[in-house]
């Protein structure tokens, strides 16, 4: 018995071990943000709105079925506005982004206006806020929310680790926005996705070429 009561302790104690390794050696999950409910308003204050941006607020609209949603709302005040996703230009609260496994930015947005915006990112291989970094893409989105998909290339993101990154909601001012979700593994809400209307192929080509 006393041979048996070692045995399953020597088993246990290597479980023990196994499963402390594997979490320390686990690959961190890219940041997300959904905006919902008390959650959403703490992670906002980690928040910046670094250049010509109203007051980052967390609101309730409803959607063009009537469905109630938690956004994250704001509004362009000029040409260059941005802002930082859980934390600054120089201090974020998220581990770097593989860029080989995470390269498109999910995003749920309805604004007031089509508009080109933006995504600049700093990464571990090119430490700096530059326009090689940068990825615009296009928003259509006025009559409802739609899920936009927005394959970062522009600089090689798709080969490097992102360290931060920041949007720029829109060049152009007086751009209202409502963002119901970003995230790097999809849309947190599937059952309310909506996919842009248009010419996929020459959507995608544009988003590809950074224009």
């Known amino acids: 018995m006393k041979l048996l009561s070692v045995t399953i302790s020597c088993i246990l104690a290597f479980g023990a071990l196994c499963f402390v390794l594997c979490a320390v050696g686990a690959e961190p999950e ?18 910046s709105a670094g250049n010509q941006l109203a007051e980052l607020e967390i609101v309730e609209v409803k959607d063009k079925k009537g469905e109630k949603r938690s956004v994250l709302k704001t509004k362009s005040l000029g ?15 998220y581990g770097s982004i593989d860029g080989t496994k995470y390269n498109i930015l999910y995003m749920g947005i309805r604004v007031n206006i089509p508009n080109t915006w933006q ?21 259509n989105s006025v009559d ?7 394959e970062i290339t522009r600089g090689g993101w ?12 829109g060049t152009a001012q007086g751009v209202e926005a409502e963002i119901d979700y970003i995230s790097f593994t999809g849309s947190p809400n599937p059952d309310q996705a909506v996919k842009p209307t248009g010419n996929i192929a020459v959507t995608w080509g544009s988003l590809k070429n950074g224009h």
């Open 119 to 139: 995504i600049y990112y700093f990464s571990k291989q090119e430490q700096g806020w530059n326009e090689n970094q940068r990825q615009n893409f296009q928003v």
């Open 144 to 150: 409802d929310f739609e899920d936009i998909e927005v």
């Open 30 to 47: 890219p940041p997300m943000w959904d905006f919902e409910g008390k959650d959403g308003k703490d992670e906002l204050k980690a928040w």
């Open 158 to 169: 798709d080969k490097r680790d992102g360290i931060r990154f920041r949007i720029d909601p």
């Open 79 to 93: 040409g260059d506005p941005y802002m930082y996703p859980g934390g600054s230009s120089g201090v974020v609260n």
